[in-house]
């Protein structure tokens, strides 16, 4: 391939996953002929014959089934066609697959993905960011890659892990985002990078924030500024060493999440930054969220609705003179 999307990559892990592994399987809503709601799963059906198989509209029991046949020695993909459906198996989620092991000590490997946050006119049920919601609960993995190589990457290890896996796969970045090829090695879930070095303030963000931010460091350079950008990757388990590192070099922490504020992933990573390293902080740690409030559909509405660069730079200048 010249390029490969975000989405194009996540097609391909499925299909390696398919592949190398006769247990695997795909299940969802027209995840087969017609290919999921966003292609995701375009021609796998007729690759994998009986293995790419259209589910009734019902998550709840989508994600029974799958808790039942990993039970069984399966290793079942579950697409739902949007992160806000999976509230309708939370039940199943969180009460079953979450605790199965705890309960039992039988391996649960089911990889929930969910296409998360926003697009232009969307609006509030088809919008979400789910994952600190899914982070609460004890047993559970929540993936949330921000780039082209680690939705290919986190994606193969996520079949491969043998605990439930919520994978946040981020819709906008789908078609938005790029590669020039697939990677042959990543770095491990729960291990976070530095997808921008800087000395005068930490921004430690996630998904497609990761994008917005690395726009605000490019940005604040012109004014003399060098801003460290930290890919956390995965929010469950969370890199607290890294960020605190970044912080040690910095001194200033911007958490930025496009999800709510309320008990959320900035909220998380602030609590262990003043808990563990409030001495190597130059000033208060500060947080930028969605607004919180229903998820606008009007296009203008949603664009001051969520973090973008320009309320990101405003919230880092505003910081970096504290």
Known sequence: MNSITYLEAIREAQAK???????????GQDVGAFGGAF????NLANEFPGRVIDAPISE????????????????????????DFSTVGFNQIVNHAAAYFWRTNVPLPIVVRLPSGGTTGSGPFHSQSMEAIYAHYP?????????????YSMLIEAVAI????????HKYLYYHLKADKLPSEALPTGKARIARPGRDLTIVTYSAMVHEALAVAEELKTEGYEIEVVDLRSIK??????VIA???RTGRLLCVGEAWPWGGVTAEVIARVATEAFDLLDAPPQRLNAKDTPIPYHPNLWSVHRPTSRSISDAARKLLQT
Do not use: N
């Open 17 to 27: 996953a398919l592949k190398d592994d006769p247990r695997v399987y795909i299940y």
């Open 39 to 42: 292609k995701a799963t375009k």
């Open 60 to 83: 709840d029991a989508i994600i029974g089934s799958a808790i039942g046949a990993a039970i069984e020695g399966m290793r079942p993909i579950i697409e739902m066609q949007f992160a």
């Open 139 to 151: 047993g559970l993995i929540v993936m949330t890659p921000a780039t082209v190589e680690d939705a």
């Open 162 to 169: 043998d605990d439930p896996v919520i994978f946040c796969e």
């Open 237 to 242: 388990p969370i890199d607290t060493d890294t």
């Open 246 to 248: 970044s912080v040690a």
